[in-house]
C-alpha cells in the first residue's frame, strides 16, 4: 500500500496520534498536515505561564521537529485542507496540492466563538487561540492596561488572573447568573470568584453585551451592555466558548453533530476515516453517552485509540473525563462528570486554601472538583471508576483522607 495515512491537523492531539501509530507498529508513511507555521503544541499555557512570560516558547512543544523526523512522520506546517474526498480519498490543500491517501484523521480542533454585535471588528477586540494570539496579546498587555474581559468561564478567569498579575485593571462580563456556570457548581465557582475579588478583578454577572465603542478611532475604547452599563477599555478578549472545526468533515459527507460523530473507537462515519481532540464529538464509554470534552487528557487518549484503530487493533477505553485549571495560587482539578449527579458535597480545609465538591448519586461518587487538593484525586478517579460507595459524613470531614475510603472499602 503506497497512499499514506495523512493527519489534517497537527496539534497535541494529531502529533499524539502520529507517534502512537509509530509506537503501534505502523509501517506505513505519515503525513501531518497543520494550518499553523508551528510545531505542535500544548494550548493550555497560552492563557497562563506563556501569557505572562513565565513560559517560553521552546516548552510549549508536544513534541521536537527531529523526533517526528526519527518516526518517518512528514510534517508539513502552513498546509491548509480545503477539500476531502473520501470517495476517491483524496484531500486538496490551499495551494491546489492534491495527495491520495490510506486512511484520514481529523484532528482539526476547535475555534473561539465569536461575539456578534455592533464594533465587534474594532481592534484590540481579541480571541486566544493559538501561539500568534498570544503574542499579540501579551505585546498589549500592560499595567495600568483597562482589559475587558467578556466571558466567566475557564479561559476568561485564567486570562484575567495572568493580566491582574501583569499590574492590568481587569474586568469580567459574565452573561449568566455567576462565573464558571456550565463547569462547577455555585459553591467551587464562589470559591474561585473571592480569589479573584481580593485579587481586585471587578466580576459582573448578567451581562449581555450590546456593542463596543471606539470614539472616532479603529481602537475599542468601552463596552455598552443590554442593561445600559459601559466599561471603558483599552483592551478586550472574548472568551464565550469554542465551535468545533468541523466544517470540512461536513464538506466531506461525514456525520457531524456540534464536533464530528465518532464512535467509542474514534471512528467517523467513514471506515477509513477518524477523528480525535476538539473537533470529536466522541463517545465515552465511562459515561455511556456522547461528550465533546475539550480537554488535553481526552484528546491524548482519544488519540492513542484512535490510533489502534487505524491499525486494525481497536481497544475501547474506559475514559473518565479529567480537567484542570490554574488561576493565581489556585490548581482545580476536576474528574468525572457532574451532570450525572443529585447531590452536592462539599468540603472545606481548615488552610482556606483548599476546597472540594462530591457530586453524589445514590451513595456513588460520580465527580469531583478539587482545589488545591492534589493529594485526593487519585483516590476520587479510584472511588468513581470502581463505583465504590461513600457517606455524605465521609466527604464532607477535611480529616478524613479520600485513600481511608478506599482502605475501608478493601477491609
Known sequence: MNEPIVIIGAGQAGAELALALRRGGCTQRIVMKGDEPYLPYRRPALSKGFLSGKVPESALYHTTAERLADNDIEFM???????????????????????????????????????????????????????????????????????????????????????????????????????????????????ISEQHLSAGVKIAVNKQVRAFHSLGTKAVTAVECADGTVYPADLVVVGIGLIANDELAASAGLDVDRGIIVDELGQTSDPDIVAV???????????????????????????????????????????????????????????????????????????????????????????????????????????????????????INPSMPLNSLLTETAA
Request: proline letters at 4%.
Open 277 to 395: 481532540g476538539d473537533c470529536a464529538n466522541s463517545m465515552n464509554t465511562f459515561c455511556g453517552y456522547r461528550l465533546r470534552l475539550e480537554s488535553v487528557q481526552g484528546a491524548m487518549e482519544q488519540a492513542r485509540v484512535a490510533a489502534m484503530t487505524m491499525l486494525g487493533k481497536g481497544i475501547v477505553a474506559r475514559s473518565i473525563p479529567t480537567f484542570w485549571s490554574d488561576q493565581y495560587n489556585l490548581k482545580l482539578q476536576m474528574i468525572g462528570v457532574p451532570t450525572d449527579a443529585d447531590q452536592i458535597i462539599t468540603r472545606s480545609y481548615p488552610n482556606r486554601e483548599s476546597f472540594a465538591a462530591f457530586y453524589v448519586r445514590n451513595g456513588i461518587l460520580k465527580a469531583a472538583h478539587f482545589i488545591n487538593g492534589a493529594s485526593d484525586i487519585m483516590a476520587a478517579r479510584r472511588l468513581i471508576m470502581e463505583e465504590i460507595p461513600v457517606s455524605n459524613k465521609d466527604l
Open 77 to 191: 506546517p502552513g498546509s491548509r485542507i480545503v477539500h476531502v474526498d473520501p470517495a476517491r480519498k483524496l484531500i486538496t490543500s490551499a495551494d491546489q496540492k492534491v495527495l491520495r491517501y490510506s486512511k484520514l484523521a481529523f484532528a482539526t480542533g476547535g475555534s473561539p466563538r465569536q461575539i456578534e454585535c455592533p464594533g465587534a471588528d474594532l481592534s484590540n477586540i481579541n480571541y486566544l487561540r493559538t501561539i500568534d494570539d498570544a503574542c499579540l496579546l501579551r505585546k498589549t498587555l500592560t499595567s495600568g492596561t483597562k482589559l475587558v474581559v467578556i466571558g466567566g468561564g475557564f479561559v476568561g478567569l485564567e486570562i484575567a488572573a495572568t493580566a491582574k498579575e501583569q499590574g492590568a485593571d481587569i474586568t469580567v462580563l459574565e452573561a449568566g447568573p455567576r462565573v464558571l456556570r456550565r463547569s462547577t457548581c455555585a459553591e467551587i465557582a464562589a470559591f
